[in-house]
């Protein structure tokens, strides 16, 4: 396929998947190659935009005791290293890249509003959300879903640690079915792990597309994007 399947795009990323087995908190290696592939994908007339989260880093049930809302504040502000980080690479490989943030932190990140994010996109620019929505208790799933919904991304690309979505663990079950196609309804009905039962039912209101595949080879965005068979494909 020469042409892209998808005109503007919003790539969900997750922090385990910039840490990609370092040592470390990220795998810059790893997260440079990502940047070459969302270069072609911009190449090739794509918009990205790109939500990360901070698995990474921290997450909310680490805190223990801790109260959830300042245990999730922390996530956010996990995602913004994250993201700060992602903006780096983005330009190191010749990409105009900003940085919007839910919550107003101007000496590192633009405030979000979607008519920014939208100009930014259509001025060739990746653009990076951090922050999440900048409220405690959702997740980057579902703040992928509404960042979605307001740029208007033709589809959700979902870059996991698994190459699709399956029944169960296929790590755990080798009988786990694994699926090319499937319906945010049937997601629900069956409880699969696929994305977060807020993001779902809210892709599923605003019928909006999502595509589900590994992010072990980073070429598998650039697939996705010109429509090749690498993931689960979901829809209503």
């Known amino acids: 396929m020469d042409q892209p399947k998808y005109r503007r795009v919003l790539l969900k990323l997750s922090g385990e998947a910039l840490a990609a087995g370092s040592d470390g908190i990220l795998n810059f290696e790893f997260v440079e190659r990502v940047a070459k592939v969302i270069h072609k994908c911009v190449n090739a007339g794509v918009q990205v935009a790109v939500i990360v989260g901070a698995g990474n880093i921290w997450r909310g049930r680490q805190g223990g005791k801790m109260d959830r809302n300042r245990a999730d504040y922390m996530g956010m502000l996990a995602t913004v290293i994250n993201s700060i980080a992602l903006q780096d690479s983005f330009i190191a490989e010749g990409m105009e890249a900003v940085v919007f943030t839910a919550v107003p932190m101007k000496a590192f990140a633009d405030p979000y509003t979607a008519r920014d994010a939208d100009a930014a996109l259509n001025a060739g620019k990746v653009v990076i959300f951090g922050g999440g929505l900048g409220t405690p208790y959702f997740s980057t799933d579902t703040a ?81 994007v010109m429509g090749e068979a690498v993931g689960t494909e979901i829809h209503n």
Do not use: H
């Open 144 to 224: 992928a879903a509404v960042r979605a919904a307001e740029i208007g991304a033709d589809c959700i690309l979902m870059a996991k640690n698994i190459d699709a979505i399956y029944s169960d663990d296929p790590k755990a079950n080798p009988k786990a079915v694994r699926y090319t196609d499937l319906t945010y309804r049937r997601i629900l009905d069956e409880g699969l792990r696929a994305l977060d039962f807020s993001a779902t039912i809210f892709c599923m209101d605003n019928n909006l597309r999502g595509y589900a595949f590994g992010l072990s080879d980073p070429e598998n965005i650039y697939r996705a």
